[in-house]
């Protein structure tokens, strides 16, 4: 068994802290109350079947779908051309402003 804190199921299954206490509470979940420190720590008990399906899920909410991974690989190239031509842009401005600047004493 395999004990995370609260915070972290929530954060790696995309769900908010209040949602998981609830779980713990209906009892979909197992969850253990410990003190650390002086503070009442609460963390959700998961089995070694329950970690590979929990890492899953949050792996599975990152990936985009296929069809969506062309229109982000076009549209990463359409910003890097305009990167380009700033940078250009950028380039010819600096150059003209330079040459009207006095040179630094």
């Known amino acids: 068994m395999q004990k995370i804190t609260v915070k972290e199921y929530a954060r790696l299954n995309g769900v908010s802290v209040y949602e998981v206490i609830k779980r713990i509470r209906r ?16 963390y959700v008990v998961l089995d070694e079947s329950d970690g590979p399906v929990a890492a899953a899920e949050s ?29 250009a842009l ?16």
């Open 27 to 42: 009892g979909e979940l197992q969850g253990v109350s410990l003190e650390e420190e002086g503070m009442k720590v609460n």
């Open 90 to 105: 950028m380039e010819n401005c600096c150059t003209k402003l330079g040459a009207m600047r006095p040179e630094p004493l």
């Open 59 to 87: 792996s599975a909410q990152i990936a985009p779908p296929a069809g969506e991974r062309s229109d982000l690989a076009a549209e990463v190239a359409r910003l890097r051309e305009e990167v380009a031509a700033l940078r």
